[in-house]
């Protein structure tokens, strides 16, 4: 069973960098057919897209956030990785990673747990 | 940017049907799905590609979508369906988007 972990800092100051890392277990990055993604939603408001990559490191990247996010790959680690830069409050939310079908669709079918993100001084 | 607009709220008598509507500019051109996610969880997949359930998924859970609008519909509503209700819409001009959300409560 594919299971996705995400891990970092549960507090980051204003102004300084979000970094989060995904692992996965249960299955490899390498496998075709599929991307892998960040999704955020902050408290009591609904889900929004941060960005997506292959394990090509071809990347995809919402057009809102795009100027301060950068999403990488390791496979040797299996393990995919989110930094979003000059944060502020507003970038206070539970982050997931998630799969997400690479063919028609790119439909999320499997998730992390989430991990809460606050920023704050 | 592109939109997907859900409203806000579904009410649902138990074994009654609820109908959950997106709206986005020929949606149905794209591929649509639906997240059903409870409360301090994490949202699970529902309906991909419009109308196909995937493996564990109440066959009380459709979709459809064409024109402007996508519909998820739970039919025979149980009170363990009470959750908020995404959709999301994937193509390679507008990539990745979430609708609004919809909380769906069963009465």
């Known amino acids: 069973q594919l299971q996705l972990q995400e891990s970092g800092p549960g507090l980051v100051k204003p102004s300084e960098t979000l970094s989060l890392i995904c692992t996965v277990s249960g299955g490899s990055m390498t496998s075709s057919g599929y991307y892998w993604g960040w999704i955020r939603q902050p408290p009591g408001k609904g889900l929004e897209w941060i960005g997506t990559?292959?394990?090509?490191?071809?990347?995809y990247y919402n057009p809102s956030l795009k100027s301060r996010v950068t999403i990488s790959v390791d496979t040797s680690k299996n393990q995919f990785s989110l930094n979003l830069r000059s944060v502020t409050a507003a970038d206070t939310a539970v982050y997931y990673c998630?799969?997400?079908?690479?063919?028609?669709?790119?439909?999320?079918?499997?998730w992390g747990q989430g991990t809460l993100v606050s920023v704050s001084s | 940017s592109y939109e997907l607009t859900q409203p806000p709220s579904v009410s649902v008598s138990p074994g009654q049907t609820a109908s959950i509507t997106c709206s986005g500019d020929?949606?149905?051109?794209?591929?649509a799905c639906w997240y059903q996610q409870k409360p301090g969880q994490s949202p699970v997949l529902v309906i991909f590609?419009?109308?196909k359930r995937p493996s564990g998924i109440p066959e009380r859970f459709s979709g459809s979508n064409s024109g402007i609008t996508a519909t998820l519909t739970i039919s025979g509503t149980q009170a363990m369906d009470e959750a908020d209700y995404y959709c999301?819409?994937?193509?390679?001009?507008?990539?990745?988007?979430f609708g609004t959300g919809t909380k769906v409560t069963v009465l």
């Open positions: 990559i292959y394990y090509s490191g071809s990347t």
């Open positions: 999301q819409a994937w193509d390679s001009s507008t990539l990745c988007v």
């Open positions: 590609q419009d109308n």
């Open positions: 998630a799969r997400q079908g690479a063919t028609s669709g790119g439909y999320f079918d499997y």
């Open positions: 020929k949606l149905g051109d794209k591929s």
